[in-house]
C-alpha cells in the first residue's frame, strides 16, 4: 500500500500586531521604551523622599495594600502603618489624594531625612510626616510615619485617661 503524502503550503506567518490592531499598527522600538529627549539626556529621577511620600500615600489611600511597604520599613514604621491605613481619612470615595509638595530635613551624615508633604484631596490639605533611615545596603527605608498626628498616641491622650 503506497500512501501518496501531500503537503499543502503553509501560508505564510501573519505579522504580529498589537491586540485588536490591524497589521503595521505595532508600536515601533521597543517595548518598555521611554520617549527620550535631548540627546544625552537621562530620564529624570525622583529624590527618595517623593518616592517614600508617593508609596506611603497610596497605602494611607487604599490603593495599595499595607503589605507593599514591607522591605521598606524599618522598627515600628510598619505597625505605625498597620494602625494608620484603616483609620485614615484618605481612604474616603471622594477625589484621589494627590502629592502636593515634599521637602526634607537632612541630618548631619546623610543617613536619615525627616521628609514632611502636603497631601491635597479635593479642597482639603492634609500633613504627612515621615522619617527614612539609611540602612548599610546604601536602601532607604521608613522608620516612622505620620498622619494630621494619628502616627503616635500622643501624651496628652494617656495623661487623661480614667
Known amino acids: ?13 501573519r505579522p504580529r500586531t498589537a491586540p485588536g490592531g490591524r497589521a503595521g499598527t505595532r508600536p515601533r522600538g521597543s517595548a518598555g521604551a521611554r520617549p527620550r529627549g535631548p540627546a544625552g539626556t537621562r530620564p529624570r529621577t525622583l529624590p527618595p523622599h517623593t518616592v517614600f511620600a508617593e508609596r506611603l ?12 511597604m514591607l522591605g521598606h520599613t524599618v522598627g515600628d514604621a510598619y505597625e ?6 484603616p483609620q485614615t481619612p484618605l481612604r474616603s470615595h471622594g477625589p484621589r489624594p494627590v502629592l502636593r509638595r515634599c521637602s526634607v530635613q ?3 551624615p546623610q543617613s536619615v531625612v525627616e521628609a514632611f508633604a502636603s497631601i491635597a484631596t479635593g479642597t482639603r490639605v492634609r500633613a ?20 494630621d498626628g494619628l502616627g503616635t498616641p500622643s501624651t496628652h491622650d494617656e495623661r487623661h485617661r480614667p
Open 1 to 13: 500500500m503506497n500512501a501518496t503524502l501531500t503537503s499543502t503550503p503553509s501560508p505564510l506567518p
Open 57 to 68: 500615600l497610596a497605602v494611607l489611600s487604599g490603593e495599595r495594600p499595607v503589605h507593599w
Open 80 to 85: 505605625q502603618l498597620v494602625r494608620l491605613a
Open 106 to 108: 537632612v541630618h548631619a
Open 128 to 147: 504627612m510626616a515621615f522619617r527614612l533611615e539609611r540602612g548599610e545596603d546604601q536602601r532607604w527605608r521608613c522608620a516612622a510615619v505620620e498622619l
